[in-house]
T-cell receptor
Framework: GAGVSQSPSNKVTEKGKDVELRCDPISGHTALYWYRQRLGQGLEFLIY????????KSGLPSDRFSAERTGESVSTLTIQRTQQEDSAVYLC?????????????FGSGTRLTVV | KNEVEQSPQNLTAQEGEFITINCSYS?????LHWLQQHPGGGIVSLFM???GKKKHGRLIATINIQEKHSSLHITASHPRDSAVYIC?????????FGKGTHLIIQP
């Protein structure tokens, strides 16, 4: 597609439930990133996928968070046993090959509210 | 870990004014990004810089690698430029973000 697509755009869930967020990157972009932005705070790095390499999970805040990516396509971010502190906008971005002049293209985000 | 500092945190100006937002970082980088986040939350990548200067319309971004400093300038500012401007540094393994500069341009 023309841009990075994220779904759902909004998600309200009860504390303790699992949620799955989806990101469709720009076709051909080898790198995919997940970030989150909690209310009133800056952006935080969560996880990075580059091609078929092992993902960089250094930003995941707890073992309740996991993410997968199939090849160079769709990625899903899963949050298990959600907590109120997980409420945030979850942003996905993709970029082209390392060494190219491509910047990042961000999706519109998924606004997650845990009640 | 790279520390990214932006200034000012908040800026209110009148339409037409020349705007400068500054960004400093602590560790050498492969690239610096300027991002724009509108009230709805959407983020747009404005510039990616590794050296020198880039211009797009009324926006100009400069970077001084030796001083670990970048500036974003807006000429002839307009109310539609009101947004949060975020500096981010890093490379292919992800970005470290500044806290953003909240810009309001009043008509």
């Amino acid at each position: 597609g023309a841009g990075v697509s994220q779904s759902p755009s909004n998600k309200v869930t009860e504390k303790g439930k699992d949620v799955e967020l989806r990101c469709d990157p720009i076709s051909g972009h080898t790198a995919l990133y997940w970030y989150r932005q909690r209310l009133g705070q800056g952006l935080e790095f969560l996880i990075y996928f580059q091609g078929n390499s092992a993902p960089d999970k250094s930003g995941l805040p707890s073992d309740r968070f996991s993410a997968e990516r199939t090849g160079e396509s769709v990625s899903t971010l899963t949050i298990q046993r959600t907590q109120q502190e997980d409420s945030a906008v979850y942003l996905c971005a993709s970029s082209g090959n390392v060494g190219t002049d491509n910047g990042y293209t961000f999706g519109s985000g998924t606004r997650l509210t845990v009640v | 870990k790279n520390e990214v500092e932006q200034s000012p945190q908040n800026l209110t100006a009148q339409e037409g004014e020349f705007i400068t937002i500054n960004c400093s970082y602590s560790v050498g980088i492969s690239a610096l990004h300027w991002l724009q986040q509108h009230p709805g939350g959407g983020i747009v990548s404005l510039f990616m810089l590794s050296s020198g200067k880039k211009k797009h319309g009324r926006l100009i971004a400069t970077i001084n690698i030796q001083e670990k400093h970048s500036s974003l300038h807006i000429t002839a500012s307009h109310p539609r430029d009101s947004a949060v401007y975020i500096c981010a540094v890093g490379g292919a393994d992800g970005l470290t973000f500044g806290k953003g500069t909240h810009l309001i341009i009043q008509p």
